[in-house]
């Protein structure tokens, strides 16, 4: 998964499995937390970004994001993110936590890799997903 913070102009890339969820927020150094998009030093505090704002995992085959309940909220392309809900995360989007500006982008090859049994056999494409749009 590729990260483009927008109002830095810095960029990340994480991997995504199913084992181990992308924590997004900002770091608590007297906590021992980090997360692993941290976006302390991308004005995150500033911009209102939660220390556990938001998670990426991997679902029904699927990669989706997840708000926290975050105090300043979570935005999939413009659309308010309930808290707690689990949305589709598009091969590319924009993601806003609270007011910081993140691009997103997953690599062609991930979902289809995803989509693959334990003998690296194709799965159903039908996956479960919940519609931004039924949010609004």
Request: charged content about 25%; hydrophobic content about 35%.
């Amino acid at each position: 998964v590729h990260f483009l913070v927008l109002d830095s102009g810095r960029k990340q890339k994480l991997p995504l499995s199913i084992s181990e969820p992308i924590m997004i927020g900002r770091a608590d150094p007297d906590e021992g937390y980090w997360p692993q998009l941290d976006l302390t030093d991308d004005g995150g505090l500033e911009k209102g970004v939660s220390r556990q704002h938001a998670l990426i995992q991997f679902a029904a085959n699927t990669a989706v994001l997840v708000d926290q309940g975050s105090a300043n909220g979570t935005w999939l392309d413009g659309v308010q993110l309930e808290p707690e809900q689990k949305y589709t995360l598009p091969t590319s989007g924009q993601l806003r936590f609270g007011g910081l500006n993140v691009n997103i982008f997953i690599e062609r090859g991930y979902y289809a890799a995803a989509r693959c049994d334990t003998h690296g056999r194709a799965t159903d494409n039908n996956w479960g997903r919940r519609d931004i749009a039924q949010s609004r």
